[in-house]
T-cell receptor, first 114, second 110 residues
């Protein structure tokens, strides 16, 4: 069966510090991978998606970036965090990016920028 | 732009009561998914509906996809405290993406 893990689960970082959140998927090949952010009281905002190694699409311009160095690894990074980067970050995967395809989420990572 | 509106935003009920939450759009979706999310965790898929008019049951939960595939509802019978959580609907967008509603936050008090 397929599993998805992301870490760290909780992170408190000062403004201006770097960020690295990591996500791995097991049990499937060539998944589509996603990073979402969920701010308090708001819906899920798609940040990045990837259909293959080295292929990253950004949905929202910001000071975050994503990389996919391996087929089942997706990394969310920032060189300098802002207060507004605080939120709950979710990694997710799907079999393909066809219309309506179901996606499956990781456990989430709480980021607090202070 | 395809949007999904969920209502109500918040719902607080007593154990044993029934409830319905709604997911509406002016756009047609090829499919629609419902997720439940507990605080501090990722959303967990409950069901996917793909056919207009389709009804799916998952124990005390009944999901319906509208005939025109523009809306969906989730009905919970005899709610329990374990049903507490954020219920999210998500529809398959025209560009191959998944569009999420903002969710209904349900609290079931014992």
């Amino acid at each position: 069966s397929q599993t998805i893990h992301q870490w760290p689960a909780t992170l408190v970082q000062p403004v201006g510090s770097p960020l690295s959140l990591e996500c791995t998927v097991e049990g499937t090949s060539n998944p589509n991978l996603y990073w979402y952010r969920q701010a308090a009281g708001r819906g899920l905002q798609l940040l990045f998606y990837s259909v293959g190694i080295g292929q990253i699409s950004s949905e929202v311009p910001q000071n975050l970036s994503a990389s996919r160095p391996q087929d089942r690894q997706f990394i969310l990074s920032s060189k300098k965090l802002l207060l507004s980067d605080s939120g709950f970050y979710l990694c997710a995967w799907s079999v393909s990016r066809t219309s309506g395809n179901t996606i499956y989420f990781g456990e989430g990572s709480w980021l607090t920028v202070v | 732009t395809q949007l999904l509106e969920q209502s109500p935003q918040f719902l607080s009920i007593q154990e044993g009561e029934n409830l319905t939450v709604y997911c509406n759009s002016s756009s047609v979706f090829s499919s629609l998914q419902w997720y439940r999310q507990e605080p501090g965790e990722g959303p967990v898929l409950l069901v996917t509906v793909v056919t207009g008019g389709e009804v799916k049951k998952l124990k005390r939960l009944t999901f319906q996809f509208g005939d025109a595939r523009k809306d969906s509802s989730l009905h919970i019978t005899a709610a329990q405290p374990g049903d507490t959580g954020l219920y999210l609907c998500a529809g398959g967008g025209s560009q191959g993406n998944l569009i999420f509603g903002k969710g209904t936050k349900l609290s079931v008090k014992p």
